[in-house]
């Protein structure tokens, strides 16, 4: 098995993971995606009542998704500072 030397990352330098600080900028850029996503589904046309309740469905399930990924970045910023509050909603 390889020796990590801190961090993350083996000796030599070669990183094994990410930290926390990584993976809130992956989310970070994720929640980006789809708020742009949400942006282009809000502007299709939708003709009939069937088109309008996909499109609504699809729009609040695209929210969900981009305040979710938003949270989580939050928590994975905020995580070792002392006296942050996690989300309740993402505790175990």
């Known amino acids: ?17 990410m930290t926390l600080r990584q993976m809130s900028k992956s989310y970070r850029i994720q929640a980006d995606v789809l708020r742009h ?26 929210e969900t998704m981009r305040r979710e990924a938003r949270d989580v970045a939050v928590i994975c910023e905020r995580y070792y500072e002392r006296g942050y509050r996690k989300n309740e909603r993402y505790a175990i």
Not at 4 to 9: A, Q
Not at 43 to 62: I, N, S, W
């Open 37 to 62: 996503r949400i942006q282009v589904v809000a502007e299709l046309p939708a003709r009939t009542g069937a088109e309008r309740r996909r499109k609504a469905d699809r729009l609040r399930l695209l």
């Open 1 to 17: 098995m390889p020796k990590l030397s801190g961090r993350g990352t083996r000796e030599g330098g070669q990183e094994i993971g």
